[in-house]
């Protein structure tokens, strides 16, 4: 979640999502209100569920080769 946070210039958030336990499972299940995060706009919104779901496919990915088989091959 930090990396997602700083690539889109929230680093300073990092504590609080870590205080709420908010991982990117959590940030793709939000509404646009409860996702607000300061002056964000629906575009930093957009960007940041992406970045939340790429990386949740990344890990899926991942344990899908460690398992022996990609995500296309299942």
């Known amino acids: 979640m930090e990396a997602i946070l ?3 210039g929230l680093g300073i958030l990092k504590e609080t999502f870590e205080a709420e336990i908010v991982q990117p499972e959590v940030v793709v299940c939000l509404s646009d209100r409860n996702l607000s995060v300061g002056e964000s706009t629906i575009g930093d ?3 940041f569920r992406e970045l939340c779901t790429r ?3 990344k ?3 991942m344990r ?3 398992r022996g088989k990609t995500i296309e091959n299942e």
């Open 6 to 8: 700083n690539e889109l």
């Open 45 to 47: 919104r957009i960007r």
């Open 55 to 57: 990386s949740l496919e």
């Open 59 to 61: 890990k899926a990915n």
């Open 64 to 66: 899908a080769i460690m």
